[in-house]
């Protein structure tokens, strides 16, 4: 796409954090993430990957075990058993292979003592986080693994717990929180896709008072950590291992996107990004009539764009003529979304600053 590289410019010398699956960080699966990730770091993006490892521990095992490991609540119990011939050549495996593929990048792999844990004695030796350390900023690549250690003792740790903790300690510092699984994004009743969810709307899913979405299984569990998490940073996305780079770099979001509503902010645009602006209305506008009241010139210079940080969501022209300023035109994938509503919220205020400061009457206002 001819704005993809002024996409990638806003992320430029930040930090994304992308927590990966096990069943997606390795083999046929992961090919196009591990392509996504180089793409980022070539554009001078900084990651923290965080990648888990239960598939691979089960299989693992198995080699071992003709019995099933253990579960409680569906989650597996960690013996010293497990921990030897389940975690440890899981990972082992999964990390030289990591090695091998970002072998030319400067990264840093997190050893598992700077996983500080307490034992969920529950669940065996299961480590609950209570502190990452040594991520290196020097470095343009950390790696964060599903191990970490209480008191010399090695322990299996969930890597949605790790990822959880790296955005408590320092979530105002990440541009990006992206969660990698086999699932797109969340889905509502009637199976389709869901682009967007507010923080707002979290709860009413969980309270079964959404009329679209209803939450069940491993998704309430994620709503609940999502929802926390967007306390400590302002957006978070669920995707699948194919559309990493396509979230990063367009606004036609392929997995989910979980905002905070309060950080979103109407702004206007960077002359650095009017270009790929302009891009964007040449090839999605299909709003005959902007084009007979207005040059392109005059919708790119009255441009305000909808961000969360430095991420761009959506564009709406606030025009001023002669005798009025008109809110002219939404650029974005859906205009279905009800987040929409936010933008013409915004953009009206904006437009009523702009007839305060007139100090003339007799303007005709057209929304």
Same mark, same amino acid.
């Given at each position: 796409?001819?704005?993809?590289?002024?996409?990638?410019?806003?992320?430029?010398?930040?930090?994304?954090?992308?927590?990966?699956?096990?069943?997606?960080?390795? +083999?046929?699966?992961?090919?196009?993430?591990? *392509? #996504?990730?180089?793409?980022?770091?070539?554009?001078?993006?900084?990651?923290?990957?965080?990648? +888990?490892?239960?598939?691979?521990?089960?299989?693992?095992?198995?080699?071992?075990?003709?019995?099933?490991?253990?579960?409680?609540?569906?989650?597996?119990?960690? !013996?010293?058993?497990?921990?030897?011939?389940?975690?440890?050549? =899981?990972?082992? #495996?999964?990390?030289? $292979?990591?090695?091998?593929?970002?072998?030319?990048?400067?990264?840093?792999?997190?050893?598992?003592?700077?996983?500080?844990?307490?034992?969920?004695?529950?669940?065996?030796?299961?480590?609950?986080? !209570?502190?990452?350390? *040594?991520?290196?900023?020097?470095?343009?690549?950390?790696?964060?693994?599903?191990?970490?250690?209480?008191?010399?003792?090695?322990?299996?740790?969930?890597?949605?717990?790790? =990822?959880?903790?790296?955005?408590?300690?320092?979530?105002?510092?990440?541009?990006?929180?992206?969660?990698?699984?086999?699932?797109?994004?969340?889905?509502?009743?009637?199976?389709?896709?869901?682009?967007?969810?507010?923080?707002?709307?979290? $709860?009413?899913?969980?309270?079964?008072?959404?009329?679209? /979405?209803?939450?069940?299984?491993?998704?309430?569990?994620?709503?609940?950590?999502?929802?926390?998490?967007?306390?400590?940073?302002?957006?978070?996305?669920?995707?699948?291992?194919?559309?990493?780079?396509?979230?990063?770099?367009?606004?036609?979001?392929?997995?989910?996107?979980?905002?905070?509503?309060?950080?979103?902010?109407?702004?206007?645009?960077?002359?650095?990004?009017?270009?790929?602006?302009?891009?964007?209305?040449?090839?999605?506008?299909?709003?005959?009539?902007? *084009?007979?009241?207005?040059?392109?010139?005059?919708?790119?210079?009255?441009?305000?764009?909808? $961000?969360?940080?430095?991420? /761009?969501?959506?564009?709406?022209?606030? /025009?001023?003529?002669?005798?009025?300023?008109?809110?002219?035109?939404?650029?974005?994938?859906?205009?279905? *979304?009800?987040?929409?509503?936010?933008?013409? &919220?915004?953009?009206?205020?904006? &437009?009523?600053?702009?007839?305060?400061?007139?100090?003339?009457?007799?303007?005709?206002?057209?929304?």
């Amino acid at each position: 796409m001819l704005w993809e590289n002024d996409y990638l410019k806003q992320y430029e010398n930040k930090t994304i954090l992308i927590k990966v699956s096990g069943s997606q960080i390795v +083999g046929e699966k992961s090919q196009k993430l591990i *392509w #996504d990730i180089k793409e980022l770091l070539f554009a001078n993006i900084n990651i923290i990957l965080v990648f +888990g490892g239960g598939q691979q521990i089960d299989q693992e095992w198995k080699k071992h075990s003709s019995e099933e490991r253990k579960k409680i609540n569906g989650v597996g119990v960690t !013996s010293l058993e497990v921990l030897e011939y389940g975690v440890d050549p =899981a990972y082992s #495996d999964i990390i030289n $292979q990591l090695k091998s593929i970002f072998k030319d990048y400067l990264y840093n792999i997190i050893s598992s003592e700077n996983v500080v844990c307490e034992t969920n004695t529950q669940l065996g030796l299961v480590g609950k986080v !209570s502190q990452i350390k *040594w991520i290196d900023s020097s470095k343009q690549l950390n790696i964060v693994w599903f191990m970490g250690e209480d008191t010399w003792q090695k322990l299996n740790v969930n890597a949605d717990e790790i =990822a959880q903790k790296i955005i408590f300690q320092q979530g105002k510092d990440l541009s990006n929180v992206v969660f990698v699984s086999s699932l797109s994004g969340l889905l509502d009743k009637k199976w389709e896709h869901v682009p967007l969810v507010v923080n707002t709307r979290i $709860q009413d899913i969980l309270d079964n008072k959404d009329e679209d /979405i209803e939450a069940k299984d491993g998704m309430i569990k994620k709503l609940k950590e999502t929802s926390i998490i967007l306390e400590h940073t302002n957006k978070v996305v669920f995707l699948d291992s194919n559309s990493l780079l396509d979230e990063i770099t367009t606004w036609e979001w392929k997995g989910t996107l979980f905002l905070n509503i309060d950080d979103v902010k109407l702004d206007t645009i960077k002359d650095s990004y009017k270009n790929f602006i302009k891009n964007i209305y040449l090839d999605y506008t299909s709003n005959q009539e902007i *084009w007979n009241n207005y040059t392109l010139e005059e919708i790119i210079d009255n441009h305000y764009v909808l $961000q969360v940080n430095d991420s /761009i969501l959506w564009g709406v022209s606030i /025009i001023q003529t002669d005798n009025k300023v008109d809110i002219e035109f939404v650029w974005s994938s859906q205009n279905k *979304w009800k987040f929409v509503d936010k933008i013409y &919220k915004l953009a009206n205020i904006e &437009k009523n600053k702009i007839l305060n400061n007139q100090f003339k009457t007799g303007f005709s206002q057209k929304c």
